[in-house]
């Protein structure tokens, strides 16, 4: 079993940076940001395994992933925020060493993290 802790959340104004960090009880090998907002379903940010990261096209060239093994932590930098990216963030894992932006390959999910950004 693998608990998930994020934290970074909070408001900012369009154009801006927030970045979001999520521990792990455990050893994972594969890790990913998932972002859901209010009436919207749940869409994969990023995620990343021991070959690299790889990211949804809504945030290639402004989200960058990074994974700490010796510290089993991922993080989420955020930059040029918009409108558009205002959601509940969740650190998932998977079991699996296989890079996926689908949920259902998670099995490890963390309490989310809210992101507000203002026009």
């Known amino acids: 079993q693998v608990q998930l802790q994020e934290s970074g959340g909070g408001s900012v104004q369009s154009g801006g940076s927030l970045k979001l960090s999520c521990a792990a009880s455990g050893d994972t090998r594969c890790m990913a940001w998932f972002r859901q907002a209010p009436g919207k379903e749940r869409e994969g940010v990023a995620t990343i395994n021991n070959a690299g990261p790889q990211y949804a096209d809504s945030v290639k060239g402004r989200f960058t992933i990074s994974k700490d093994n010796g510290k089993n932590t991922v993080s989420l930098q955020m930059n040029g925020l918009a409108p558009d990216d205002t959601a509940m963030y969740y650190c998932?894992?998977?079991?699996?060493?296989?890079?996926?932006?689908?949920?259902?390959?998670?099995?490890?999910w963390g309490q989310g993290t809210q992101v507000t950004v203002s026009s």
């Open positions: 998932a894992a998977r079991a699996g060493s296989v890079r996926s932006l689908r949920g259902r390959d998670y099995v490890y």
